[in-house]
């Protein structure tokens, strides 16, 4: 079936960047920022102007909603498409003024807000398939947003086609927006008897034409460390120093393998995101990935060795080791429902795309989602160098996004 789409996905993606939605790993209220649910409240209200008459945001920061089935068949399993709100505290998205390359042509682009914030071809390789195409950055002085924004307009703009053509066949539709998934709780106050989906996609994925449904198991680690502290004039041969001891910790790990940096494909790592402390108590947390929980425990086996060969050093200094699960790999449940990755793909088919599976060196809601039974791998969002300045997304990409979402949804009416 050929869709007659008129796109509102780039006027909608402008007006969602411009909306400061940060999330921030220090605050203990949830949602983390108040300001996530500026955004919810502008979604909800375009949900409602489109007829989605159930569409309301929760006093989480949840944004619920229903696209009623239009289907004579009964048995069509309930499909929810969840996109996040917040964008990433690692740079700016405070004032982000994006910019529309019309027509790119293939050369480095040079961001007017800060000259030295060049988007480079030979570091951005999947520009080379965008040429003639438009490419939206921001200024250079923010991140774009387009993690995830852009899967917030391609799901809104998906919903706007449904409404307007009943002769589209789907079953019920759920629509989830969350709060905090680049903070790691995203999920935490889903209100999945509410939700009421069946199987889901999260749309935030990268290239065009790519299904995630495989995702890195992820722990956290917390090292706790005692030292001995006494006045440092009167400090030989009693004093030891817990942070001392933390950074002799950090500097113990291989230089040579097992960090972000020195990893790529299937390798898993250990990293240390903070180290705070003084002489008497000081802490380092690490984050812990790999794709099997049984070379995860590997990882933290070896790190905690690491630990206690430093604390002989320190005969009368204490630390504890405290592993934490975050989330843990997709593919253990997808395995279980192979329909939901098919589906997809023949969605990305019929939309004109030759689809590619990929495993994601990260995890996304739909991690945890799968895990509180919603089988829900990632459909891709068109979305690039997330997280920087540099952060881009092609308006032709966001489209095929929106023609894929409709597909999918079409096809699970169709097989049902």
């Not at 199987?199 to 706790?224: H, P, Q």
Request: charged share 30%; proline share 5%; net charge negative.
């Amino acid at each position: 079936m050929k869709l007659d789409i008129q796109h509102t996905v780039l006027d909608r993606f402008l007006k969602y960047v411009r909306i400061d939605t940060q999330s921030d790993p220090e605050s203990n209220t949830f949602p983390s920022t108040e300001k996530q649910k500026n955004l919810g409240k502008v979604l909800v209200e375009e949900l409602l102007e489109m007829g989605i008459t159930d569409a309301h945001m929760d006093e989480h920061g949840y944004v619920y909603a229903t696209i009623p089935a239009n289907t004579d068949k009964e048995n069509v399993p309930v499909i929810c498409f969840c996109s996040h709100m917040d964008t990433s505290p690692d740079c700016s998205g405070r004032d982000v003024k994006p910019i529309i390359h019309r027509n790119y042509d293939g050369s480095d682009i040079r961001l007017p807000d800060d000259g030295q914030v060049v988007i480079r071809t030979k570091d951005h390789p999947n520009l080379k398939e965008q040429l003639g195409n438009d490419i939206v950055t921001a200024s250079g002085a923010t991140l774009l947003g387009a993690d995830n924004k852009a899967g917030l307009a391609e799901i809104m703009d998906a919903a706007f086609f449904f409404m307007l053509h009943p002769e589209a066949r789907r079953g019920a539709i759920r629509i989830l927006f969350t709060p905090d998934e680049e903070i790691g709780r995203g999920v935490d106050h889903v209100d999945m008897k509410k939700l009421g989906a069946d199987f889901g996609y999260t749309v935030d994925g990268e290239k065009r034409g790519t299904l995630e449904d495989e995702t890195f198991s992820a722990d956290a680690v917390t090292i706790e460390i005692t030292g001995v502290s006494i006045h440092p004039g009167f400090a030989r041969g009693k004093l030891e120093s817990a942070l001392k001891i933390a950074a002799d910790i950090v500097a113990a790990l291989p230089k040579d393998r097992w960090s972000p940096e020195t990893t790529e494909g299937r390798e898993g790592f250990v990293h240390p995101v903070s180290m705070s402390g003084a002489a008497e108590q000081a802490r380092i947390q690490f984050i812990v990935r790999d794709f099997t929980v049984e070379k995860l425990h590997r990882h933290e086996d070896e790190l905690r060795q690491i630990m206690e060969k430093v604390l002989k050093h320190y005969p009368n200094s204490r630390a504890e080791f405290k592993v934490t699960e975050q989330y843990r790999n997709m593919k253990e449940v997808l395995d279980k429902y192979p329909q939901v990755v098919d589906n997809a793909l023949e969605g990305m088919r019929r939309a004109g795309l030759q689809p590619e599976r990929h495993s994601i060196r990260g995890g996304t809601d739909g991690s945890r989602l799968s895990f509180m039974g919603l089988p829900c791998p990632n459909i891709f969002a068109g979305e690039h160098a997330f997280h920087s300045k540099e952060e881009w997304v092609s308006v032709q990409d966001m489209e095929k996004a929106v023609e894929t979402i409709i597909h999918t949804a079409m096809v699970w009416e169709e097989r049902a």
